[in-house]
């Protein structure tokens, strides 16, 4: 039984959740025993959805929910339940999607009120406690939903979020549009987010193409994003986004999964474009994933506040660098770095030119580590893991690293260890407790990370097999995002940012598990690009050579666009023609007069 005047998260298995345990609010967790008591009771609920890193998730915590006043009138009224978007993507999807139909945007902290019924009526984000910024107090505010609640309770209707099919469009006017939202310093004005996934589909396109206008999209955006403010240059890996279309000024936190899609991405650029730059950035997030997010698997993310101050860990000022940098150091790095103040009187770091320094750039990282450090988020993603994961093998295929592709098998055995138990496949964990439920993006993505690991060992076939039918379970006319009994079925998440969506990674896993298992498949044609280009990415396998060996071969003799598949006949399969060799000598050849 719950104790519903208390707040109830101590035991929680969310950091997210876990750092509101202390609050006067009488949260509680989503359960069906929780919405059960709020139905009985006639209760408002407020479902406050964030996630650990969340910077105006902290403020709200700090402001709103530590008001004991506040905390009183919601005690009173209302059932108050804390979720991790985290944790629970088909719920953050769902309550999202009326936020941003109703209020056309959305963001964290994401706070939505619902009837006893479960029927939302009103979404908010940062909400302050008195009145500022053009938005209402947090307590007026809950005064009104309660007058409102009283006399319109029963004309509430249900919400039902609309669907939306996307276009499909053909290839040369897909790559046109991607062309023309390209301003020259990114994909749309204001705020810059790293585009992985648009970056992977260009990366592609331009292997087989060598379109020059491509080239220079991928040359500008892959400079810009680890030269600029996106980039942590002392300890490699990446910030989150840039508040700036410049890519000058970074929202500083740390995402797991960012680091992922961003290995996957340089690794496969220095692949395609053969520049040594992209090399070293991929060495300098394997650094930083080894320093800051390891463990037997990988955190979820770093805050981007220190002692609720955004950036301090990261920021510098001018005789601090002066004072513990020799005349010599200090003046080699001022000609690598732009020493200008950029960020609220202190300087945050960009490069004027890609040279590295890593003598002087080790010296300030040691002064920087004795800093207090920025919060970890500790519980494990299977889903970014194993994102993860395939970032390690791409780094191990283009790279020639062989530490990666070790630290990839390692990953995918620990995965498997401890989060797939009786085959039933976990979304996440935090200090030992699994989380319960099943969701598409978990079971898609580690079977695309088996699909990769296949192509460079042979194993994993069976478990290939498996994955694939348990991938079934969520497909019923339209992927659906999770199978869990304390929420309804929702249409899974097709939207390609920052991360592949579910339904893009399952069509993805689907078609390379069905061509290694030797079904028949077939390939979709294309979506909406920018909002849609992993799924594209998927579709663009059209043109790759699918080459059938007895053994594997080394990648460098590969191009980027190829999947090997262990066969005892030596062939290539491409644009559905499939073409028998004598030896591999003779079908490298073939793949090479075909390229050039």
């Known amino acids: 039984m719950i104790n519903f005047n208390k707040n109830n998260l101590d035991q929680a298995t969310s950091p997210y959740v876990q750092q509101h345990k202390d609050n006067p609010v009488y949260w509680q967790e989503w359960s069906p025993e929780v919405l059960e008591y709020a139905k009985k009771n006639n209760k408002i609920i407020l479902v406050s959805v964030g996630y650990a890193t969340c910077h105006w998730c902290h ?8 008001n004991s006043e506040i905390a009183n009138y919601l005690n009173k009224h209302f059932v108050s339940i804390k979720v991790d978007k985290e944790q629970r993507p088909d719920i953050d999807n769902y309550y999202m999607n009326f936020c941003q139909e109703t209020q056309g945007q959305g963001g964290w902290p994401l706070n939505v009120f619902l009837t006893a019924e479960l029927k939302p009526f009103l979404a908010v984000t940062y909400v302050p406690v008195t009145a500022r910024y053009g938005l209402p107090g947090f307590l007026d505010l809950l005064r009104h939903i309660q007058r ?64 020059s206008d491509s080239k220079k999209i991928l040359e500008t955006l892959l400079e810009r994003m680890a030269m600029q403010g996106l980039h942590d240059h002392l300890q490699g890996g990446f910030y989150r986004y840039c508040i700036d279309n410049s890519w000058t000024i970074p929202h500083f936190e740390k995402m797991l999964y960012d680091q992922a899609m961003l290995l996957w991405v340089y690794s496969l650029a220095y692949k395609t474009l053969q520049k040594p730059f992209y090399k070293t950035i991929v060495e300098k997030i394997l650094t930083c ?45 001022q000609q690598v770095y732009k020493l200008e103040k ?53 780094a191990s295929r283009h790279c020639n690293n062989s530490m990666a ?9 620990n995965i498997l260890r401890n989060h797939y138990p009786q085959g039933i496949l976990h979304h996440s964990s935090h200090d030992g407790k699994l989380q319960p439920g099943e969701f598409l993006e978990d079971y898609a993505t580690v ?49 390609d940012h920052p991360t592949p969506s579910s339904a893009s990674l399952a069509a993805m896993a689907k078609l390379r598990a069905e061509i290694i298992l030797g079904k028949e498949y077939v390939v979709a044609g294309y979506k909406q690009p920018v909002q849609h ?7 663009f396998m059209k043109h790759w050579h699918i080459i059938h060996l007895p053994h594997t071969i080394e990648w460098k003799h590969l191009g980027a666009n190829s999947m090997q598949i262990y066969d005892p006949k030596i062939q290539d399969c491409y644009q559905q023609k499939c073409v028998e060799f004598k030896d591999v000598t003779q079908l490298l050849g073939a793949i090479r007069s075909q390229t050039h």
């Open 59 to 66: 403020v709200m915590a700090q402001e709103a929910f530590s």
């Open 148 to 211: 409102s609640y009283e006399q319109q309770s029963a004309k509430i209707p249900m919400y039902y979020p609309q669907i939306h099919s996307p276009e499909h469009i053909e290839e040369p006017e897909l790559i046109e549009v991607i062309k023309k939202n390209f301003t020259g310093t990114g994909f749309g004005a204001g705020p810059q987010f790293p585009p992985h996934n648009t970056l992977l589909f260009l990366l592609s396109y331009y292997e087989k193409n060598k379109d």
């Open 289 to 333: 994933l080894e320093d800051t997010y390891a463990d037997h698997l990988y955190y979820a993310a770093h805050d981007a506040d220190t002692d609720h101050q955004e950036g301090s860990t990261y920021l510098w000022d001018v005789t601090e660098l002066q004072q513990n940098l020799s005349e010599e150091e200090y003046h080699r790095f």
């Open 342 to 394: 950029n960020f609220e009187g202190k300087i945050h770091l960009i490069k004027c030119t890609n040279t590295f320094l890593p003598q002087i750039e080790q010296k300030l990282l040691r002064l920087r580590k004795k800093r207090k450090q920025p919060f970890t988020d500790k519980k494990y993603i299977t889903s970014w893991n194993a994102l993860l994961g395939i970032g390690l093998i791409m």
């Open 405 to 413: 592709k070790c630290k990839a098998e390692l990953l995918f055995k």
């Open 447 to 495: 079977l695309l990370f088996a699909t990769y690991l296949y192509e460079d060992t042979g194993e994993h076939k069976d478990l290939i097999a498996m994955l694939y039918t348990q991938l079934q379970k969520f497909y019923q006319g339209q992927w659906i995002e999770s199978k869990n009994t304390d929420f309804m079925e929702i249409s899974a998440q097709t939207y």
């Open 533 to 539: 280009d992993f799924y594209n990415l998927m579709v």
